[in-house]
């Protein structure tokens, strides 16, 4: 048989392709390209991904499948293609798509993704019947993950179930030619959401127009919540000081910044630095918060919005909602061309959720608990299944660190090492998250948050039970932190006990580091620096600056630690950086400046005397209090409003002034550990903050640096981890990295999961598929 009649002797493939390929336009896409390549079959969504029957010459199958692994979707990401030979079905005419088919759940679930630049050209056309239709969206952009209740993805396992299709939107949802077949929000204004305005008290306003009766009220000062994708925003004009000023009263945020968004990324220019790289984050799909360097002109622009900080959060619109209101602003223009123009407004957006509590999603609840926060509520009918609040991320080194995962990001899936069975990991208390395995897929939940209310607890239990629900996944094991008054650990022991299964206790550092070795595949001993603020240490104390040996089998071992310093007032010296000063010089020998140093503070005198006598003064070995103890020396922040407030300032003075050399005498090493009590004393003869902070930082990467080489010569380590919520600060970072690797070693830091406590699940969830079999 010659080489033409063996392309052309019919064949047929039974298909599977996973990863993220539902609610992303796979079928509608298959069936095109089926139809192009002249090839019969038919395709489906099942709970596995897709799995399509493929028939044809060889030659148009080979082209079919090529195609098929190559020109996905934009959305899409696939992460196999399995192919079998299956018997010919010689009657079978034409390429069909199938209803969806059920079977244990093994597909990705799709994150958000904001609204496609086709569906703004419709959104800004007079002629179009969707026209200033703030529900716009296709198979290419809009809500997913927040809207799903279940998978396969379908509408009626969306809250879109209750919105029945007018005739021309079922067309188009049945056209597999169209952008919109099978995008499961699909709707206009005559079948879909609506809005409605609202005031403070939850009763409907009589406007003509909903979207220029909103900006209205945001130009005139008032502070709007706003009801988006995984949540309720808060929204007021960020030029206007009063504004800002009433809106940090009301939720009680005195000092910690805010977020703005801007149209356009000509708009955030003029607001921040973008690096290279910055400018894709900015707009990517999932359209995160991002942190990037203020303007010297930014403070006078926004007076309130980010005092004292270096840098800005900022993001661009990701709903159409969102976009219609920068277009009434700016008088309701044609085309896109206004997206990049000047003059727009500046809007503070910041999460609805008062006192700390969890996000608001819900119509009547947003009435009842932003009660004072918000003068009136732009509404929508259209439920929110899955809080989920924005991502926050930074670029260190050209790459992306996410901060916070959340819309846009939640649930993508990490890969992991290798497959076992599945683990529900429950987090640390602050900034919590959960993770669920399956197979060798890490599934880190959206940020929950900081576990000291009630309502947080409840919205942790019922991000447990959803992430379950819509992996179809029944744990064979629960870990948690080792700390024993952690609602997220009550949590596990609970759930292990009902569904008498393993529990595994991790060790609060270690799951930093683990968190690492997992999303890099790093199986095998190695080296980890874990440079936080305070964990529960295996021996009761609170850790923060840990040397591990990790032994690549779900173990550690503690090689050294940061010489620790007292925390008089116990978790209160946490929040006064002035306190840790007056440990700094305690451990100095110098106890009776202590009153004279701070004499604004009437109560330095006590604590000298608790300090003296060690009256509830636990010794911790935490970076973070160290570098408290550094703000405090230099009268960088008496008082911190927010966590990690003085060493943010600490970094911003530091990137502000430059970099200087690092002095050489400023760190002692012995077997224990590393001594910073010389940089200490050091700057307390330091009379400019901002030299005093560069030389701070230089000093702490230089000493971090000498520690790990020497540790990693000896135990003849080439590999090195670090994580940890210090890991945050790039000047530290930066400088550490760079004399690492400069010593022949490989550095490895968190990068998909937050450095912070946001990523604990994901190395509890490591640990355990080690430690358990």
């Given at each position: 048989m010659n080489a033409v009649s063996r392309h052309s002797v019919p064949k047929r493939l039974a298909v599977r392709v996973c990863g993220r390929v539902q609610g992303v336009g796979f079928r509608p896409f298959v069936k095109c390209l089926a139809d192009s390549c002249n090839v019969s079959g038919w395709v489906r969504n099942d709970a596995g991904g897709v799995s399509l029957e493929v028939q044809g010459g060889g030659s148009q199958l080979a082209r079919f499948m090529v195609a098929l692994r190559e020109q996905a979707p934009p959305l899409a990401r696939i992460e196999a293609v399995v192919e079998n030979p299956c018997p010919l079905q010689p009657r079978e005419r034409g390429f069909r798509i199938r209803p969806s088919s059920g079977g244990a759940v093994a597909t990705e679930i799709t994150p958000d993704a904001a609204v496609c630049d086709a569906c703004l050209e419709e959104l800004f056309d007079p002629a179009d019947r969707r026209y200033r239709y703030p529900f716009i969206n296709c198979t290419h952009c809009g809500p997913r993950y927040t809207l799903t209740s279940g998978l396969p993805y379908d509408r009626v396992r969306t809250s879109m179930a209750k919105f029945p299709q007018c005739p021309r939107c079922l067309a188009e949802y049945e056209d597999a030619g169209d952008r919109r077949y099978h995008a499961q929000p699909n709707a206009c204004p005559e079948?879909?959401?609506?809005?409605?305005?609202?005031?403070?008290?939850?009763?409907?306003?009589?406007?003509?127009?909903?979207?220029?009766?909103?900006?209205?009220?945001?130009?005139?000062?008032?502070?709007?919540?706003?009801?988006?994708?995984?949540?309720?925003?808060?929204?007021?004009?960020?030029?206007?000081?009063?504004?800002?000023?009433?809106?940090?009263?009301?939720?009680?945020?005195?000092?910690?910044?805010?977020?703005?968004?801007?149209?356009?990324?000509e708009a955030a220019e003029r607001l921040v630095r973008l690096?290279?790289?910055?400018?894709?984050?900015?707009?990517?799909?999932?359209?995160?918060?991002?942190?990037?360097?203020?303007?010297?002109?930014?403070?006078?622009?926004?007076?309130?919005?980010?005092?004292?900080?270096?840098?800005?959060?900022?993001?661009?619109?990701?709903?159409?909602?969102?976009?219609?209101?920068?277009?009434?602003?700016?008088?309701?223009?044609?085309?896109?061309?206004?997206?990049?123009?000047?003059?727009?407004?500046?809007?503070?957006?910041?999460?609805?959720?008062?006192?700390?509590?969890?996000?608001?999603?819900?119509?009547?609840?947003?009435?009842?608990?932003?009660?004072?926060?918000?003068?009136?509520?732009?509404?929508?009918?259209?439920?929110?299944?899955?809080?989920?609040?924005d991502s926050v991320v930074r670029q260190a080194e050209g790459r992306a660190v996410y901060l916070r995962r959340g819309r846009g990001v939640t649930p993508s899936p990490i890969r992991l090492p290798r497959g076992g069975p599945p683990v529900l990991a429950t987090g640390g208390h602050l900034k919590n998250t959960v993770?669920?395995?399956?197979?060798?897929?890490?599934?880190?939940?959206?940020?929950?948050?900081?576990?000291?209310?009630?309502?947080?607890?409840?919205?942790?239990?019922?991000?447990?039970?959803?992430?379950?629900?819509?992996?179809?996944?029944?744990?064979?094991?629960?870990?948690?932190?080792?700390?024993?008054?952690?609602?997220?650990?009550?949590?596990?022991?609970?759930?292990?006990?009902?569904?008498?299964?393993?529990?595994?206790?991790?060790?609060?550092?270690?799951?930093?580091?683990?968190?690492?070795?997992?999303?890099?595949?790093?199986?095998?001993?190695?080296?980890?620096?874990?440079?936080?603020?305070?964990?529960?240490?295996?021996?009761?104390?609170?850790?923060g600056g840990e040397l591990l040996a990790l032994d690549g089998r779900g173990g550690f071992r503690r090689l050294g630690f940061l010489r620790p310093l007292p925390l008089p007032g116990g978790d209160r010296a946490a929040r006064e950086p002035w306190r840790m000063a007056a440990a700094a010089l305690h451990e100095l020998g110098w106890g009776e400046r202590i009153p004279a140093w701070f004499p604004e503070h009437p109560r330095a005198q006590g604590l000298a005397g608790m300090l003296a006598t060690g009256t509830r003064c636990p010794r911790t070995s935490s970076l973070g209090r160290l570098f408290d103890a550094a703000a405090g020396l230099l009268k960088v922040k008496a008082v911190s409003r927010f966590e990690g407030q003085a060493a943010m300032l600490l970094e911003g003075l530091?990137?502000?002034?430059?970099?200087?050399?690092?002095?050489?005498?400023?760190?002692?090493?012995?077997?224990?550990?590393?001594?910073?009590?010389?940089?200490?004393?050091?700057?307390?003869?330091?009379?400019?903050?901002?030299?005093?902070?560069?030389?701070?930082?230089?000093?702490?990467?230089?000493?971090?640096?000498?520690?790990?080489?020497?540790?990693?010569?000896?135990?003849?380590?080439?590999?090195?981890?670090?994580?940890?919520?210090?890991?945050?600060?790039?000047?530290?970072?930066?400088?550490?990295?760079?004399?690492?690797?400069?010593?022949?070693?490989?550095v490895y830091q968190a990068r998909q999961a937050p450095p912070n406590d946001a990523g604990l699940s994901l190395g509890q969830a490591w640990v355990a598929l080690q430690t358990v079999r």
């Open positions: 079948c879909g959401p609506s809005l409605q305005l609202l005031d403070g008290d939850g009763h409907p306003l009589p406007v003509g127009d909903v979207l220029a009766a909103t900006v209205d009220r945001l130009t005139s000062g008032q502070i709007l919540a706003i009801k988006g994708l995984g949540g309720f925003h808060l929204l007021c004009d960020a030029g206007n000081p009063e504004a800002v000023a009433r809106l940090r009263t009301r939720k009680r945020r005195s000092e910690k910044p805010f977020a703005v968004m801007v149209p356009g990324i690096a290279p790289g910055e400018r894709h984050l900015l707009a990517g799909v999932d359209r995160p918060i991002l942190l990037a360097g203020k303007r010297p002109t930014v403070d006078r622009q926004l007076p309130g919005v980010a005092p004292g900080m270096p840098w800005l959060g900022v993001m661009l619109p990701y709903t159409p909602l969102h976009y219609l209101l920068f277009h009434e602003a700016a008088g309701r223009p044609m085309g896109l061309a206004w997206l990049s123009g000047t003059g727009q407004p500046v809007w503070v957006c910041t999460s609805a959720n008062p006192g700390g509590e969890p996000l608001v999603t819900d119509n009547q609840d947003a009435v009842r608990r932003l009660s004072g926060l918000a003068d009136a509520l732009l509404v929508h009918d259209r439920d929110i299944l899955v809080r989920c609040d993770c669920l395995t399956r197979g060798d897929q890490a599934y880190i939940s959206q940020h929950v948050g900081d576990l000291d209310n009630a309502a947080t607890c409840r919205a942790l239990d019922d991000t447990v039970a959803h992430l379950q629900r819509v992996l179809a996944v029944r744990p064979d094991c629960v870990a948690c932190d080792r700390h024993p008054d952690f609602y997220s650990s009550a949590l596990a022991a609970r759930l292990a006990a009902e569904w008498a299964i393993p529990l595994v206790r991790v060790q609060h550092h270690h799951a930093h580091l683990a968190a690492v070795q997992a999303e890099h595949g790093l199986e095998g001993p190695m080296l980890g620096a874990a440079l936080d603020g305070v964990g529960f240490g295996d021996n009761g104390e609170p850790w530091a990137a502000e002034h430059g970099a200087v050399p690092a002095w050489e005498g400023g760190w002692t090493l012995d077997q224990e550990g590393l001594d910073f009590r010389p940089l200490l004393a050091e700057l307390t003869r330091s009379s400019e903050r901002g030299f005093g902070a560069a030389l701070f930082h230089a000093t702490l990467a230089a000493g971090l640096a000498d520690w790990l080489c020497r540790a990693a010569e000896k135990a003849g380590q080439k590999r090195v981890a670090i994580a940890g919520g210090c890991c945050a600060n790039q000047v530290m970072m930066r400088d550490l990295c760079m004399r690492l690797e400069h010593a022949g070693l490989s």
